[in-house]
């Protein structure tokens, strides 16, 4: 190991007692509620036997879209690489937003305080 290595290696960082861990402890979990809730619902929708079929398969399809590496549009061009995944997420939003019923809101949010149990 050289000398530049080893100044990094003993480079001094933030001493845990300077962090609130039980601060930063809710705040993750507060957001990872906001950024869960959503994706909960959309679980709900798709195992809910009320769902249609179609709709299923649509949140399915622009799911497996928003995940697969590759686009039709590129994600590097700029302002149209996005557009694509915009269109599939446009898409998800519109299917939650009409199937998404108060019971399968309800599921959600038992999981998410199963997953991520609220401050007392």
């Known amino acids: 190991m050289n000398a530049a290595q080893t100044e990094l ?12 861990e039980g601060l930063l402890s809710r705040l993750l979990r507060r957001v990872g ?11 709900e929708m798709v195992i809910d036997g009320q769902t249609p079929h179609q709709a299923r398969l649509t949140v399915l399809a622009a799911l ?3 995940l697969m590496p ?3 549009i590129p ?3 700029p302002v149209a690489g ?5 269109v599939a997420i446009t898409a998800l ?3 939650c937003t009409r199937y998404v019923s108060p019971e ?9 305080n199963q997953w991520f149990p609220q401050d007392r």
């Open 9 to 20: 290696i003993e480079a001094p960082g933030l001493d845990s007692a300077a962090i609130n």
């Open 33 to 43: 509620r906001t950024v869960a809730r959503p994706a909960i619902q959309c679980f």
């Open 64 to 66: 497996a879209y928003l």
């Open 70 to 72: 590759l686009d039709l």
């Open 75 to 77: 994600d590097f061009i």
């Open 82 to 86: 996005f557009s694509d995944d915009l």
């Open 93 to 95: 939003l519109g299917l």
């Open 104 to 112: 399968i809101r309800e599921r959600a949010e038992r999981r998410l």
